[in-house]
């Protein structure tokens, strides 16, 4: 395989199983704090049915980009596409309904709502009714049903009617993921989904990202290396706000920047 | 379904439908009265409070504001209908919620508090250094508006058992309403915020405008409120407006429960009764004129071992999504 160059366009690694336009382009965008470039001149592109991994050590600016991408920073340069649609300036509510959904870091939900209400919240966003004011909100079966859907696909069955803050981390984690999935989003942007949880959550996690890469454009920014490369069609390298490398996990793997720069020597895995 | 806080409410309510037909005397029919019309204010805050998670200290002006549009649009001696200066005052209330909320809703925490504060303060001077309304000596209404129109009358407010049943009915109306309301998407998307409004503006909701639509509820309802209070005293004055009314009805909720339509109910009961109660110098003596030492005190121990207030002591707080077992 040839060797790609340290800003291969992630187009070139688009594998058979995706197809049809990027849904969400982004180009040579930029966020600056003060003095501190935090993302640099960072392309790339998410397709439908490709896990797209971001890479890269502590402070390389992934979250700050998925928070660009989300709506919850302005960007500072560049430009966000979401099909034919700029939505660069638009605020974070107006990203969410026009479909891109988002999961946090840190965990970040109702934890004094049951797991329903969280996900029925988030499915009411696409079918607001705020001026049905004598309507009860238990009765659009829409948004149930998209609610129910969303619980049932992140496997939290069962757990329906708990207290969210009374879930395990890592069912937490899966609420998380839930509640994103409830806006029936086209866009997945998971950033560390993985974060703190144990090997077997961990692999259910990996397992459910491979399911939900039929429906979804996912970007995924993980930690993790054996379900970076369990997951990814396509990775990118980020260092220091930049694009180090851009491709197929097969090509990232080979590439002798990023073993240099980020993979270590020790890094064999397969 | 039998559960001790709807217990609690109708057991109340009857005994206050049931309290002028035993010959309760005129003082506490008029007492009851005052109550139960805080107790629609206390309900209108624990909207913005309890449920969004907006602490204002500036609540009175709606009050203030739905009192002297009375005193404004009826300034003759001649009564005029209900239809006409009520509605003029939740409009009033409801336009002055649209124009500040606009402005105060882009602060948070202590800022809320404080801008709110400030808007209220605004009100007061207006009405307190202006002659528009009376000045600070305040100003009588000369007659009790009309529930009719033209020779025809539904009711006579002038009847203080009337006007009582009337205020009573408005006040479990608003109960109603509010529960409806809250338990409708707007007022659970209103309740989403309160726990995380970052979440809900990342879940898809401009949070902006829900948070002004139960800013401008909570201000109509609070003028509902202020309409009544100068409907049944006749007379408004620059103090309900001041910061001392605002922090009166924000104690209620502490000590009824705020983030439940019971707890501001029984809040204002209580805070009247007890104020009654402390200032009566054949129980207390001549400590009765420090009766808000004991008031501040009694607040003091609430907001410390009951945080959720009198009402938390039989209900527990239902979560959203929960299964219904209150009210």
């Not at chain 1, 992630?10 to 982004?26: E, F």
Request: neutral net charge; charged residues 15%.
């Amino acid at each position: 395989m040839a060797e790609p160059g340290p800003r291969a366009p992630a187009a070139a690694a688009v594998p058979a199983a995706s197809s049809g336009p990027p849904v969400m382009i982004v180009s040579a965008l930029s966020k600056q704090f003060g003095g501190l470039r935090a993302v640099s001149e960072v392309s790339l592109e998410l397709y439908v049915g490709q896990v797209h991994v971001v890479i890269g050590p502590n402070g390389a600016g992934k979250t700050t980009l998925i928070n660009m991408l989300s709506g919850d920073l302005p960007a500072s340069g560049g430009q966000i596409r979401l099909g034919d649609r700029d939505i660069t300036r638009l605020s974070s509510d107006r990203v969410s309904r026009l479909g891109v959904g988002r999961s946090y870091q840190k965990t970040n939900i109702f934890p004094s709502f049951t797991v329903l209400e969280n996900c029925r919240l988030a499915a009411q966003s696409r079918a607001p009714h705020p001026w049905r004011v004598f309507r009860r909100a238990h009765d659009y079966p829409d948004t149930l049903a998209l609610a129910k859907k969303a619980v049932a696909m992140a496997e939290l069955d069962g757990r329906e009617q708990r207290i969210a803050s009374a879930l395990s981390h890592g069912e937490q984690r899966q609420l998380e993921i839930a509640m994103s999935l409830a806006t029936d989003p086209t866009v997945l942007l998971l950033d560390e989904p993985l974060a703190g949880m144990g090997a077997e959550e961990s692999a259910r996690m990996v397992q459910l990202i491979n399911k939900l890469k039929a429906g979804h454009a996912i970007l995924l920014v993980e930690h993790d290396m054996d379900a970076v490369f369990a997951v990814a069609d396509v990775l990118t390298v980020m260092v220091e706000g930049r694009v180090l490398a851009s491709g197929s996990p097969a090509q990232i793997r080979a590439n002798p920047q990023v073993q240099h720069a980020y993979l270590g020597a020790e890094h064999d895995h397969g | 379904m039998l559960n001790p806080t709807r217990v609690l409410l109708a057991v109340a309510l009857v005994a206050l439908i049931a309290f002028p037909l035993t010959g309760g005397g005129i003082f506490y029919i008029q007492l009851l009265t005052k109550v139960m019309i805080l107790a629609i204010f206390a309900m209108s805050l624990d909207l913005l409070v309890g449920y969004t998670g907006l602490v204002s200290l500036g609540h009175a002006a709606f009050y203030g504001l739905a009192a002297y549009t009375l005193v404004i649009v009826q300034p003759g001696y001649d009564p005029m209908s209900i239809l006409i200066s009520l509605p003029a005052a939740l409009a009033v209330c409801a336009i002055f919620a649209l124009v500040t909320g606009a402005l105060v809703l882009r602060t948070r925490g202590i800022y809320f508090i404080m801008v709110t504060l400030a808007f209220a303060q605004m009100v007061y001077f207006v009405f307190h250094d202006t002659p528009l309304g009376g000045g600070s000596d305040g100003v009588f209404i000369n007659a009790r508006p009309l529930v009719g129109w033209d020779e025809w009358r539904l009711l006579d407010l002038n009847d203080r058992t009337t006007l009582y049943f009337v205020v009573m009915a408005l006040m479990v109306g608003v109960y109603l309403l509010l529960r409806r309301i809250l338990d409708s998407n707007f007022g659970r998307a209103l309740q989403g915020i309160r726990v995380n409004e970052h979440r809900m503006r990342a879940i898809g909701f401009p949070v902006f405008r829900y948070q002004l639509g139960a800013y401008v509820l909570a201000g109509v309802l609070a003028g509902l409120a202020g309409y009544l209070s100068a409907l049944q005293f006749l007379f408004v004055n620059p103090e309900i407006i001041s910061w001392h009314q605002s922090g009166a009805v924000l104690m209620m909720l502490i000590l009824g429960g705020m983030g439940t339509l019971s707890g501001p109910i029984v809040g204002a009961f209580v805070f009247v009764l007890l104020e009654e109660f402390f200032k009566d110098d054949t129980v207390f003596g001549a400590f009765a004129k420090h009766w808000q030492l004991m008031m501040g005190g009694l607040i003091v121990l609430v907001a410390c071992f009951l945080p959720r207030g009198l009402i938390g002591l039989v209900q527990r707080r239902r979560e959203l999504g929960e299964a219904k077992h209150d009210g």
